[in-house]
């Protein structure tokens, strides 16, 4: 089985986080290592039996409404969510959704044990 939790950013964090390019946030705080997880919530634990790509995902949690898992109360998957994939065979490895695509998020910046 595999696991995809989405992570989006809290209403009361979305001025120095939503929707904002993980460039843009580096960019005002270069000095930070990491996100701050307390600024993220986790909204949706996604688990199948496939392999989605995250693009898939993408696409599943931004389309409209009708197309979502009945469960699902989070917004469409947009810039700043972050996507925690749990694969048996890889591991814990986290994806911040960016301005174009996913970028691998190392566990310095986004820890995803513990």
């Not at 089985?1 to 904002?20: D, H, P, T, W």
């Not at 995250?54 to 469409?76: H, I, Q, V, Y």
């Not at 810039?79 to 065979?89: A, L, R």
Request: charged letters at 30%; a negative charge.
């Amino acid at each position: 089985m595999n696991a995809y939790s989405i992570y989006q950013v809290k209403s009361e964090y979305l001025r120095g986080y939503g929707f904002r390019s993980l460039e843009a946030i580096r960019r005002d705080d270069p000095k930070r290592l990491g996100l701050p997880r307390e600024a993220w919530e986790l909204v949706y634990v996604y688990e199948t039996e496939s392999e989605p790509s995250l693009d898939w995902l993408f696409c599943l949690f931004n389309g409209a409404g009708d197309k979502w898992p009945e469960d699902f109360t989070g917004r469409s998957m947009s810039v700043s969510d972050v996507v925690v994939m749990d694969d048996p065979d890889e591991g814990v490895r986290a994806w911040y959704c960016d301005s174009v695509g996913f970028v691998s998020l190392p566990e310095e910046v986004w820890p995803c044990r513990g």
